[in-house]
């Protein structure tokens, strides 16, 4: 493979680089705006958060095992099985994603970096501050007299969240949490739709864009649309809390309904923006280790955006039992139903993607053909209760957990390790071990299904979510024996997981080369791990598939001008890092409020002043 | 469910993943379909109400529909990745196929008319279920309370708590409220599931189809004791129902309203609570005592109304039900011998 990128670097140095000699390699990566960087620091965070979430839930598990057990008390057991959904959704899958984001889109479109390169530090950084305010209460509960592991669910309805039902600072961290993840999640909202609109190489058209970068941009659209919900949401249940207002208050005029209506206004959409980045990486695995292009790629392309567009138009099929009456049941029902359509269009052209094809049964392919297989029993579990009459006895039941899990697990999860096992070699020079890999999927996918499928069955058997404990008798405790001997098989797998990416982080042997897997899109040009600056050269694009059609026909692909380019990278700046501990300090003042009122409001005036300073320094600071 | 029993032999052949998964959900739907036993009551694939039997018929129709699509679906997978692995000896590429546009209107269109199938019997029932009640349906208000279900009865004049009476074969338009969080009433053979939602009244109407004794779970989460907040319905025949509700009417005999168990429970400060009716005992904070000798459980469905579990409720109920609202009052034994045998004599 031929590849001129490499023929003649050297002369294109960046005018202003990372790792400049003066600076420690700590200072490096805290200082950093390379895309690369900080999408490898999503990453680890994620996976570092994805195994918390992981323990919380093998400690519930083990609750589970068998009846009448009390291995944790009821208290805990509500505040694990909220921070265990909290941190699965917003500090496990979505930095998960966000990690692919970074990395890809600038190499998948022929930029040199996102459009903000220190806004994209900023989001990653107020991200970490987000994360950490959720999670500090483990660390202070021995030490406070009060409840403050967030416990009202990963939903917080209130009423139940209100201060009368819920005293302690529980709530507050959940809510400062949130609401310092909703910023960082915005920003980078932002920050990748002006990217991807505006640094495309030349000649790539939108119908161009890999289908990776095309769902990065509908998830991105759905956050700045959706997470603006929650943020209201957010701030009138403060409002409740710390002021006494009672939006949410039936005896003071207000209505709990209001905040599943906000809530899910965000909630649902939120589900896309954990799936859809899962199906961008399917849909470039499949075609890769079939040899062949994504089959109908604009219908692929379309029904992800109508999967967004619907996504706003169903969130009250999560609310079905709430009593909305039968008009807006009916309603509701239709839509989430049409959400079917474009879904099977997406399984029906992968399955038509490998249909013909020269299959490689790799790790990265195995995982993407096994979110194809799980993430269609969840979508069929989903037609069931999208059915009012049915969700009346699916809802809030193990049902229920059952189907978001083969759906966020079997999909999302599956489809982000499917990503992970093949840019890996992008990212790191070297591959991640396959024959490891393939008993990680094997026990992974038995481990899945042991740990999920006996749900359907507990939950039609009448097993509510969210109980602590149930009685012997009901037919309930084999299945949930099962459950739990397959929740500790997948900590197995992910143990291995983990075992062998740290084993692989160090062996850089430059092994993998540009484009290991003969792979279609731009970022398969780079060095592995890419430079810097990504490109000596843009590439012109002339094709969908460009690196593939350079390399088999029948276009040109892509070519690269010999033009010496003016290549601007910012430098490194403390910046970012300053802001999100202003805008992180700003929240939490809120979050003290909740106790001690004086010195919360205090301390978000020396906030308001550490964001003036740094947002103002930021834009002084020469060289950006 | 013999519908689920006679297409089990033709699905056997369609692979292993399929006959778990039939296998598994016949476990659960055939195992004990005409059983009278209360421990199989909660399972939902059995329905004893018009309303659960409606719901299981709409479950059936998408239960197969989706079986088919999830046979094609993997059918096509597993096919494809045996018969398309590559063998590392090919010459050429794959036919490089971009896309069919046939193919692609045809898996548009084609759901439609599946979802169809699924949509027009779901939005008839739902305005179906959602009608109001007759004119000489039984109303019953159901309050959900941390953590326990309070049961008035308007037109008898009368309430109790977490176990509701009804009659076989007429109408019951449960009113579901709330004045403090969410809950969601559950009983699944005889009502499914609606939530008792703070500031607003939501309707199940249902009639159950034949006597016997239902269990019933809060199903959306309520804080602490959550897991414990359970109940019963019996449902009895219209004579023995009404039976019951004229003996619920009535309050303990005047006699029994000076004795020496009623001046304990005064002592106690139990009256600041819970009401006995005949006596002064009238607060309406925890559930309603007047019969509470007469129930089968306590504390919400968690115990068996018996002395051992009165004593133990009574001497710390937190540590039965974890965030209890009701006090450990440190009771002293004697007050408990003596409030075990008045509570039981409440018949």
């Keep these: 493979m031929a590849n001129p990128a490499h023929a003649a670097p050297g002369e294109h140095a960046p005018h202003a680089g990372h790792g400049a000699p003066s600076q420690s390699w700590l200072m490096s990566w805290v200082m950093t705006s390379d895309h690369k960087r900080i999408g490898i620091l999503y990453g680890l965070s994620a996976l570092f958060f994805f195994v918390l979430g992981g323990i919380e839930a093998l400690v519930i598990r083990t609750q589970l095992a068998a009846p009448g057990q009390h291995i944790v008390d009821a208290a805990t057991y509500n505040a694990l099985f909220t921070m265990h959904g909290t941190t699965m959704i917003f500090l496990g899958v979505m930095p998960m994603s966000a990690s692919f984001f970074n990395y890809l889109i600038p190499l998948q479109i022929g930029a040199r970096d996102v459009i903000f390169p220190r806004l994209n530090a900023f989001s990653f950084w107020l991200f970490l501050i987000g994360a950490i305010v959720l999670n500090v209460p483990f660390i202070l509960t021995p030490f406070v007299d009060m409840r403050v592991i967030p416990d009202g669910g990963w939903f917080g309805y209130a009423t139940l969240t209100e201060k009368a039902y819920t005293p302690g600072a529980s709530i507050d961290f959940w809510i400062c949490g949130l609401q310092i993840l909703g910023v960082a999640s915005m920003a980078a909202g932002f920050n990748f739709i002006v990217t991807i609109f505006n640094l495309r190489a030349p000649g790539m058209t939108l119908l161009r864009m890999p289908v990776f970068t095309w769902m990065t941009m509908v998830v991105q659209f759905l956050v700045v649309l959706s997470f603006p919900c929650i943020t209201i949401a957010l701030v009138l249940l403060m409002f409740d809390r710390l002021f006494g207002t009672h939006f949410y208050l039936p005896e003071g005029g207000g209505d709990p309904l209001l905040w599943q209506h906000l809530f899910w206004l965000f909630g649902h959409p939120e589900v896309y923006i954990l799936i859809l980045p899962a199906m961008g990486i399917v849909s470039e695995v499949l075609p890769t280790f079939a040899r062949k292009p994504l089959f109908g790629a604009p219908f692929v392309i379309f029904s992800g955006i109508t999967i967004g567009l619907l996504g706003f138009g169903v969130w009250s099929h999560h609310m079905f039992t709430t009593g909305l009456g039968a008009a807006a049941d009916a309603s509701f029902s239709v839509t989430t139903m049409l959400i079917a359509i474009p879904t099977g269009v997406k399984i029906f052209n992968w399955l038509a993607t490998i249909w013909g094809g020269q299959i490689r049964l790799t790790t990265a392919n195995l995982f993407a053909l096994g979110f194809v297989c799980m993430f269609t029993m969840g979508g069929l579990s989903g037609v069931m209760h999208a059915s009012p009459p049915v969700d009346l006895q699916q809802q809030d039941s193990y049902f229920v957990v059952a189907h978001f899990h083969y759906v966020l697990f079997g999909g999302a999860v599956f489809g982000l390790l499917s990503g992970i096992y093949y840019w890996f070699p992008k990212m790191n020079g070297g591959f991640l071990s396959e024959s490891l890999g393939r008993w990680i999927f094997g026990i992974l996918f038995v481990g899945f299904n042991t740990t999920f499928f006996p749900m359907h069955i507990v939950g039609a058997a009448g097993m509510p979510r969210r109980i602590f404990t149930y009685d012997a008798g009901l037919g309930w405790e084999i299945p949930n024996l099962i459950e739990t001997v397959g929740a500790f098989t997948i900590a197995v797998g992910v143990l291995l997981f983990i075992i062998d990416l740290l084993r692989s982080i160090g062996r850089t042997d430059g092994k993998a080369g540009p484009n290991p897997w003969d792979a279609s899109s731009l970022e398969w040009i780079t060095e592995s791990p890419p430079k810097v600056h990504n490109f000596d050269i843009t590439p012109t694009v002339y094709s969908d598939r460009p690196v593939w059609e350079k390399n088999h026909g029948p276009g040109p692909g892509y070519a690269l001008a010999a033009v010496d380019e003016h290549i601007h990278i910012p430098p490194p700046s403390l910046r970012p890092l300053m802001l999100a501990m202003g805008v992180g300090m700003f929240f939490i003042s809120w979050l003290t409020a909740g106790q001690f009122f004086m010195f919360g409001a205090g301390m978000s005036i020396v906030a308001l002043g550490a964001i003036l300073y740094s947002s103002f320094s930021w834009f002084l600071e020469p060289g950006h | ?347």
């Design chain 2, 1 to 347: 469910m013999l519908a689920f029993r006679s297409s089990t032999a033709r699905l056997l052949s369609a692979g292993p993943l399929l006959t778990a998964f039939v296998a598994c959900l016949l476990l659960v739907g055939c195992g004990n379909a005409d059983s009278t036993n209360i421990a199989d009551s909660m399972n939902t694939l059995v329905g004893h109400s018009d309303l659960t039997k409606n719901i299981l018929d709409i479950y059936g129709t998408i239960f197969w529909i989706d079986t088919f699509l999830f046979i094609l679906v993997q059918g096509v997978l597993i096919y494809a990745v045996l018969k398309f692995r590559a063998r590392g000896d090919e010459k050429t590429l794959p036919e490089q196929v971009h896309g069919n546009l046939q193919m692609e209107l045809g898996w548009t269109i084609a759901p439609v008319f599946i979802l169809m199938l699924i949509a027009i019997p779901t939005v008839s029932f739902i305005f179906e279920s959602q009608a109001p009640a007759g004119k000489d349906a039984i109303v019953v208000n159901a309050t959900g309370k941390q953590w326990w279900f309070k049961f008035g009865y308007p037109g008898y004049g009368f309430e109790t708590a977490n176990e509701l009476h009804v009659p076989a074969g007429r109408q019951v338009d449960l009113r579901l409220q709330s004045d403090n969080v969410i809950h969601a009433f559950w009983a699944p053979q005889l009502t499914a599931k609606r939530d008792m939602m703070p500031g607003r009244v939501n309707h199940i109407t249902f009639t159950a189809d034949r006597a016997g004794t239902y269990l019933g779970q809060c199903a959306e989460y309520c804080q602490d004791s959550h897991a414990l907040m359970k109940f019963r319905v019996v449902v009895d025949s219209l004579e023995d129902f009404e039976k019951w509700a004229a003996h619920q009417k009535e309050g303990v005999p005047e006699a029994e309203a000076k004795s020496a168990g009623f001046e304990a429970f005064q002592g106690a400060t139990c009256v600041a609570c819970h009401a006995i009716s005949g006596t002064s005992a009238q607060a309406a904070i925890g559930p309603n005592l007047t019969h509470v000798g007469s129930r089968t459980h306590i504390a919400a469905g968690v115990l068996e109304n018996n002395e051992a579990n009165l004593r133990a409720w009574l001497k710390n109920p937190d540590a039965v039900k974890p965030g209890s609202k009701m006090p450990n009052l440190n009771l002293s034994d004697e007050q408990i011998t003596t409030l075990v045998s008045y509570l039981q004599s409440l018949k």
